[in-house]
C-alpha cells in the first residue's frame, strides 16, 4: 500500500513562489515515477510535471520555465517549485506515484494524494 500526502498550497499573489511537497509512505518498490496534476474548477486534471525514476523531468508547456519538479529519494518526498504564479495556475494540485519507470497515462495511474489548494490572486 502506497499512501501520499501533499503538503504547502495556500493563497499567494500573482507573481509570488509555493512549494509543494508530497511525502510517500509504504512500499518503496511501488514508489518508481511520480508526478504533479492539477485541476481547475470546471476543467478536466492536467499533468503539471512528471519525473522518472531515472529522474529525468518533464514539463508542461504552460508551466515550463517557471516550475521545476524535483524529489528526494532519501526522504521519499516529491517537490514542485512554482515560481512567477499566475492567477491561471489556480487549481488543486495532486500528487500521483506509479511502479512503473514513467509515469503513464491519468487513468492508468495507480497512487493519488488528496490534493492541495493553490490560489493565485491578480
Known amino acids: 500500500q502506497v499512501q501520499l500526502v501533499e503538503s504547502g498550497g495556500g493563497l499567494v499573489q500573482a507573481g509570488g513562489s509555493l512549494r509543494l511537497s508530497c511525502a510517500a509512505s509504504?512500499?518503496?518498490?511501488?514508489?518508481?515515477?511520480m508526478g504533479w496534476y492539477r485541476q481547475a474548477p470546471g476543467k478536466q486534471r492536467e499533468l503539471v510535471a512528471r519525473?522518472?525514476?531515472?529522474?529525468?523531468?518533464f514539463h508542461s508547456d504552460s508551466v515550463k520555465g517557471r516550475f521545476t519538479i524535483s524529489r528526494d529519494s532519501a526522504k521519499n518526498t516529491l517537490y514542485l517549485q512554482m515560481n512567477s504564479l499566475k492567477p491561471e495556475d489556480t487549481a488543486v494540485y495532486y500528487c500521483?506515484?506509479?511502479?512503473?519507470?514513467?509515469?503513464?497515462?491519468?487513468?492508468?495511474?495507480?497512487?493519488w494524494g488528496q490534493g492541495t489548494q493553490v490560489t493565485v490572486s491578480s
Open positions: 519525473i522518472s525514476s531515472g529522474g529525468s523531468t
Open positions: 509504504g512500499s518503496r518498490f511501488r514508489i518508481n515515477a
Open positions: 500521483a506515484a506509479d511502479p512503473g519507470r514513467f509515469l503513464p497515462s491519468l487513468s492508468l495511474i495507480d497512487y
